[in-house]
């Protein structure tokens, strides 16, 4: 397939392994941001192909990952109510809340909940492929609320800003948002500020610089002297992403540079930017495992707050902090980098992809969920 079977060559990318092994003269510590180029180095053991000297953290770029507990717990409460039907992509479904407990049945050993645990209990839970999706079921139910549970980075938010958009123009009022995207440099930020940060260079992720372009990412390799480079997903991706990260390391620069030129142009998808600017602004956002980081979210303008779902479905959301689930879980501290998913006690026994302690067990792009599909063996680079 085009544009797919030439960036997994094998030559090439053994080329590129033997090319950064005569590059690099001293250990170097690079962090890729998305969960997709975390699977592509487990997937097909780009880390064993590196030099000792060279280490790579696998970082939050799971939107699923970071969505908040708090969220979660929210979109449980509203569909729990007979009048909604809420609307979530796939992999958001097994991502365990807070709440102890099974919807419905007392009796259950405590557990975190999640959005099908709502469903099996009752509640009218879709699986949708897009907001549109949700957008459609608000037109076609008319007497049922239909809220869609809006997360990602701001790959997946012009798409959220368009059905809102729509929404608006077509006078629906039983639509509305459970809104937690995210934004990718603050949260980089966030990391190289901390005094645990190891991060040398960052392989960014190729999708978000799709949509937002990468001038945004000059302010960060200038203010922290990091490269960045904006990179694919494929195993010939990765490895030249790495090289030319190594290369500037080497030099001693720090610039933003753009492998992953066959989809990203500097200045992104203006369409999309401006559909979200529309709908959107910039807001503080918790992040699981992070915290609450400074302009790190997305949430909707004023014209637009007849689509929020916690000020319009208010009375149904939990009023007062919930109990938490007691779990070895380290969830947080592989998010941020500081350990790798073999590391925690938790990990295959008893959390697995079918019994999900954290959400990078979860989503087909958490590290969690890579490491046990890819390398159980506990083998790590």
């Not at 701001?154 to 958009?165: D, S």
């Not at 934004?183 to 260079?201: F, K, N, R, T």
């Amino acid at each position: 397939m085009k544009f797919v079977d030439e960036y997994r060559d094998q030559a090439q990318t053994q080329g590129y392994a033997q090319a950064i092994d005569r590059l690099v003269t001293r250990p170097w510590t690079l962090m890729e941001i998305c969960g997709g180029q975390t699977h592509a180095i487990v997937k097909y053991g780009l880390d064993e192909l590196l030099p000792a000297s060279i280490t790579l953290i696998h970082g939050p770029g799971c939107p699923v990952c970071v969505t908040p507990s708090a969220i979660i717990d929210q979109a449980i409460a509203l569909a729990q109510q007979p009048a909604v039907i809420l609307c979530s992509f796939g992999d958001m479904l097994r991502v365990p809340g807070s709440m102890i407990g099974s919807p419905g049945d007392s009796a259950t050993a405590p557990c975190a909940l999640d959005l099908l645990s709502a469903k099996a209990a009752g509640g009218d839970v879709r699986m949708v492929y897009s907001p549109l999706d949700a957008l459609k079921l608000a037109q076609a139910h008319p007497d049922r609320q239909v809220v869609f549970l809006a997360v990602g980075f701001e790959t997946t938010a012009p798409a959220t800003a368009l059905a809102v958009y729509q929404a608006q123009r077509l006078g629906l009022s039983n639509f509305s948002l459970l809104v937690s995207h995210v934004l990718v440099p603050p949260a980089m930020e966030a990391l190289l500020s901390s005094p645990q940060c190891q991060v040398q260079g960052f392989l960014a992720a190729g999708h978000v610089c799709t949509v937002m372009g990468y001038g945004q990412y000059e302010p960060i390799a200038q203010r922290y002297g990091v490269p960045i480079v904006v990179t694919g997903f494929e195993p010939l991706d990765v490895m030249q992403g790495i090289y030319h990260c190594l290369q500037q390391l080497e030099a001693g620069q720090a610039e933003v540079t753009n492998q992953y030129t066959r989809s990203v142009q500097p200045h992104g998808n203006p369409q999309a930017q401006q559909m979200m600017d529309t709908v959107f602004e910039v807001i503080p956002r918790q992040w699981r495992g992070l915290g609450e980081i400074p302009h790190s979210g997305l949430g909707l303008r004023s014209t637009y707050q007849d689509f929020d779902a916690t000020q319009k479905l208010k009375a149904w959301l939990p009023s007062a902090p919930l109990v938490t689930v007691p779990t070895p879980c380290i969830s947080g501290q592989i998010l941020q980098g500081l350990q790798k998913p073999h590391q925690c006690p938790a990990f295959g026994h008893p959390c697995t992809p079918e019994n999900p302690l954290g959400a990078p067990m979860v989503s087909s792009e958490g590290a969690c969920a890579a490491y046990y599909r890819y390398r159980q063996d506990g083998s790590d680079r």
